[in-house]
Structure formats: structure tokens, C-alpha cells
T-cell receptor, first 115, second 110 residues
Framework: ETGVTQTPRHLVMGMTNKKSLKCEQH?????MYWYKQSAKKPLELMFV???????ENNSVPSRFSPECPNSSHLFLHLHTLQPEDSALYLC??????????????FGSGTQLSVL | QQQVKQSPQSLIVQKGGISIINCAYE??????FPWYQQFPGKGPALLIA?????SEKKEGRFTISFNKSAKQFSLHIMDSQPGDSATYFC?????????FGTGTRLTVIP
């Protein structure tokens, strides 16, 4: 295991549902990330939190709402999603003393299907 | 515009052979080039990385070759094993973001 745990592993939701993805890291890291992985496309950075402060938001639609209550936990709140949002959502963490985006530790992801 | 271009999309290699995956980038501000390995049902894991002040880095059977003038870098897997079958992603980062290639699915045939 990488020390980064994501739940749930699989999620099926309708377009009108509200759900949340959870990520927890046990590595003592203080930077956390959300990535979106779609088939045959590069991993897309969605959000970055460093010391619980959001430092990156890559033009992600407002139907995705991140929350970082402390340096060990990260959430992605989902509402009124579209079918094209179906993808694998990956959480990652790193040490802030390393430059952001270097030496990432990824969780196993949440496979999201929007019907 | 794709910041990092990766090829091939898929690769089949015999056990014991050499697997080679290539990547190219455009932004000369990139200064850290990692490779990630992803097995089915798992997230990517950092495999090996290089900075542009060296032309090659080797860790066990994995080697990164880096050509700064051509803005290209490649991953070589020597003595490829069935356990190496996975998807490999190259990436490049500068000050603010990490850009991934589209991935190469490697299959090593016993």
C-alpha cells in the first residue's frame, strides 16, 4: 500500500445526486492533490492543497468542490455531474519541502460512473 | 495543446527483451522528469525521475535517457519481465504544474 487511502473504490451516481470522495494519507505529507484520469488522456490536475490552503484550481467546473480540513484528509464533493465526468479520480500527496508536484504518492482511486 | 507527447501507445515485448518508451516536451522551463508505473486497479507509483543536468539515470533494470537539446527523454527497461506489464506514464514539471503523457501499456510475454 502507498499510504494513501481512497474511498469508495467504486461509485455510481445519477446526474442529480450529491456524493463525496474521501482521501486519507498516513505519510505525514502536507500537500494533497486531486487528479482525473480518463482513458487515453493525460492525467489532469484538478486541485492542489498545500498546508491546507488551496494553491491550484485548474479551471475545474464548480460541480466539483474540494475540501481539505487538515493535512491528512481531502474530500471532493460532487453534485449535478455530467456523464462526461465519468473517470477514475485519484488522490495524491507529497511533502511540501519537496517542490509541489514532485514525488507524488497516489491512492488507488475512485472509479466514478455518472448515469 | 499537449505538453508531453508519449509513444508508443502500447508495446509488446518478449521476456528478457528491452522495452523502450519515448517522450517529448516543448517547454524548456521543465526541470524534473519523472516516470510513473500503474498496475490495473492501482494508482500510479513513482518509478524513476531525472533532472536535466544529467543525460542518464539508472536504477536497477530501469534507465532514463535524457536529451536536453532534442527535448526528449525515454525509459528503457532491460531484461523485461512479465511483472513489468503495466501502464507507464512520463511526466514533466516546472514551477507550477505537472504534465503527464497519455501512457504506454506494456505487455511482457513470457
Amino acid at each position: 500500500e502507498t499510504g494513501v487511502t481512497q474511498t469508495p473504490r467504486h461509485l455510481v451516481m445519477g446526474m442529480t445526486n450529491k456524493k463525496s470522495l474521501k482521501c486519507e494519507q498516513h505519510l505525514g505529507h502536507n500537500a494533497m492533490y486531486w487528479y482525473k484520469q480518463s482513458a487515453k488522456k493525460p492525467l489532469e490536475l484538478m486541485f492542489v492543497y498545500s498546508l491546507e490552503e488551496r494553491v491550484e484550481n485548474n479551471s475545474v467546473p464548480s460541480r466539483f468542490s474540494p475540501e481539505c480540513p487538515n493535512s491528512s484528509h481531502l474530500f471532493l464533493h460532487l453534485h449535478t455531474l455530467q456523464p462526461e465526468d465519468s473517470a477514475l479520480y485519484l488522490c495524491a500527496s507529497s511533502f511540501r519541502r519537496d517542490r509541489l508536484n514532485e514525488k507524488l504518492f497516489f491512492g488507488s482511486g475512485t472509479q466514478l460512473s455518472v448515469l | 495543446q499537449q505538453q508531453v507527447k508519449q509513444s508508443p501507445q502500447s508495446l509488446i515485448v518478449q521476456k528478457g527483451g528491452i522495452s523502450i518508451i519515448n517522450c517529448a516536451y516543448e517547454n524548456t522551463a521543465f526541470d524534473y522528469f519523472p516516470w510513473y508505473q500503474q498496475f490495473p486497479g492501482k494508482g500510479p507509483a513513482l518509478l524513476i525521475a531525472i533532472r536535466p543536468d544529467v543525460s542518464e539515470k539508472k536504477e536497477g533494470r530501469f534507465t532514463i535517457s535524457f536529451n536536453k537539446s532534442a527535448k526528449q527523454f525515454s525509459l528503457h527497461i532491460m531484461d523485461s519481465q512479465p511483472g513489468d506489464s503495466a501502464t507507464y506514464f512520463c511526466a514533466a514539471t516546472g514551477a507550477n504544474n505537472l504534465f503527464f503523457g497519455t501512457g504506454t501499456r506494456l505487455t511482457v510475454i513470457p
